[in-house]
């Protein structure tokens, strides 16, 4: 990084986040008219000059004074974004460059699926480089989308909730291999095939358990614990799944009466008659089946561990880790920022998603937050996996740590130790036959993987997607290596949300990753 003395304009894009203009450098180098994004400036003065102009008014005349605002400032900016030199070596990509190329990656996702607003963070080895809203978070009232919008991130809940576990799990406080009975003996002993069988919090979070997502039909039988507000449930979809006789496997996920559940539940364990008295598909272990009725029942195993509701429990690490725009998506409540979600009619028009609640599925999907909050999280978790975890001696010996902490006293630790997130960061079991995404515990995890020489390239890259009413979301995190790093934490982290239902944002997410990857 080098120091520029220049004037310039300033115009605030996010919150502690200036575009500069650059109308004088105040040494010789061609760099008027360049716009530079960064997130510090080391001085700056501000000058006012008065314009006298003369104007004609109604066929008289009058004199206004136009005040102009000139900003002197020292920016930090690095290297690349000089002009190339004498040499003829071209300079490197800009960081407006990049932030162009990705607008577009993802306006043409909004454009492609219609979505009223679309709102994006990016950071670069801990620090927000680019936050960006496109479109409307409320199409009503003309609200523009901003980073700062609170909207439903859906199942990216489920890794903020892993975090809980697994703090609890490398204390010592939560056995992952134990019987989930052990930790919730309200839940039913289960049997597959008529054997008896043993469910785990590690198949949970695995998705490995056997509960069934929102899909009933795979057992023929009456069900007993149909809800009693089942009508008003159907009545509460969208036109484009109502009064449709198919069989569930016919029906997209976004179709399912679950989704649309509009009964306030007042406990985990109140939730977890939706589903505890049902069949489990497969046996524990033999098959991965994503679910989120599982992670209900993860947070009834963390409430008994931490011997207090989930909802309090949550909410109190997610302060921890500074993301204070994560809610409970409650309707009740003022939540400032909070946009609107949408869906399509059978027209294809616009119109407001239905009423739901989410009290049913807290854990699993039933935050808000914002993309300031997403990118602290995932920078608290790629922290965590890149930084060393303190040796046993030094574990062994608080003297020795203590003055090893005097010594670099920078150096923090992270939230979760290196070799807990290296647990759930290890692609474990494969989603689908035909697909090549694995699953770890609590994330997706695509695997380093290059068949050929100068061919397509996979990079290790832990996320997780999430699908809502009215909603959807990604957090992806791109890190440069597996190994453990001196000053984390590095790499790439993007989120993306969108106020729309059903918007695939994956392929998009890993473009703009590997985009920022070049700064």
């Known amino acids: 990084m080098q120091i520029i003395k220049c004037i310039c304009q300033y115009t605030k894009s996010v919150k502690g986040t200036w575009l500069v203009t650059v109308r004088k450098r105040l040494v010789s180098t061609p760099l008027c008219g360049r716009r530079f994004y960064h997130n510090q400036f080391t001085s700056a003065r501000r000058t006012v000059s008065n314009t006298a102009l003369i104007l004609g008014i109604g066929g008289g005349i009058g004199v206004g004074i136009i005040y102009t605002y000139n900003y002197t400032a020292e920016c930090k900016t690095s290297p690349q974004t000089e002009e190339s030199g004498g040499g ?103 049997r597959v095939n008529d054997v008896a069988v043993h469910l785990t919090t590690r198949h949970l979070v695995s998705q490995m358990g056997g509960i069934r997502h929102y899909h009933k039909d795979y057992f023929r039988k009456e069900e007993v614990h149909e809800s009693k507000n089942k009508d008003n449930e159907k009545k509460n979809k969208p036109s484009n799944s109502s009064g449709d006789n198919r069989p569930e496997s016919e029906q997209s996920e976004m179709e399912l009466e679950e989704y649309y559940i509009t009964q306030k539940y007042n406990s985990v364990t109140e939730s977890l008659s939706l589903f505890k008295d049902d069949p489990l598909v497969h046996s524990p272990g033999s098959k991965f089946l994503y679910t989120t009725h599982g992670w209900t029942l993860i947070s009834a195993v963390l409430e008994a561990v931490t011997k207090e509701p989930f909802e309090k429990h949550i909410i109190r690490m997610v302060k921890e880790l500074g993301m204070e725009n994560t809610f409970l998506d409650e309707h009740a409540p003022l939540i400032y ?38 990118l602290k999280f995932g920078n608290a978790m790629l922290y965590s996996y890149q930084c060393p975890s303190p040796s046993p001696n030094q574990t062994s010996n608080k003297k020795s740590t203590d003055a090893s902490l005097s010594q670099n006293s920078s150096v923090k630790s992270g939230f979760l130790k290196m070799e807990t997130m290296k647990s759930l960061w290890t692609p474990l079991y494969k989603c689908s036959e035909k697909g090549d995404a694995y699953y770890g515990m609590g994330w997706y ?26 909603g959807s979301s990604i957090l992806l995190i791109l890190p440069p290596s597996t190994k453990a790093v001196d000053d984390p934490p590095k790499g790439v982290v993007v989120v993306i949300m969108v106020n729309m239902v059903s918007v695939s944002l994956s392929q998009a997410a890993k473009e703009v990753a590997t985009l920022f990857e070049k700064l």
């Open 88 to 190: 003829g070596k071209p300079r490197g990509v800009t960081l407006e460059e990049i932030v162009d190329k990705a607008r577009d990656v993802v306006q043409r996702v909004k454009d492609e699926t219609g979505s009223p607003g679309l709102v994006i963070g990016v950071s670069v080895d801990g620090q927000t480089v680019w936050s960006e809203g496109l479109g409307y978070a409320d199409v009503e009232n003309r609200v523009r989308m901003c980073p700062e919008t609170v909207l439903r991130i859906a199942s990216i809940s489920k890794p903020i909730t892993m975090a809980a576990i697994a703090k609890q799990w490398e204390t010592g406080k939560l056995d992952l291999d134990k019987p989930v009975q052990y930790y919730v003996p309200t839940f039913p002993e289960k």
């Open 337 to 374: 920022h909070r946009g609107r979600h949408y869906v399509m009619n059978k027209k294809g028009r616009l119109c407001n998603s239905p009423y739901v609640d989410l009290s049913y599925k807290w854990a699993g999907g039933g935050l808000l937050s914002n993309v300031p909050d997403l």
């Open 445 to 470: 995890v695509d695997e380093e993987i290059q068949k050929y020489g100068q061919g397509k390239q996979r990079r290790f890259s832990p996320s997780h997607t999430g699908a809502a009413v009215g």
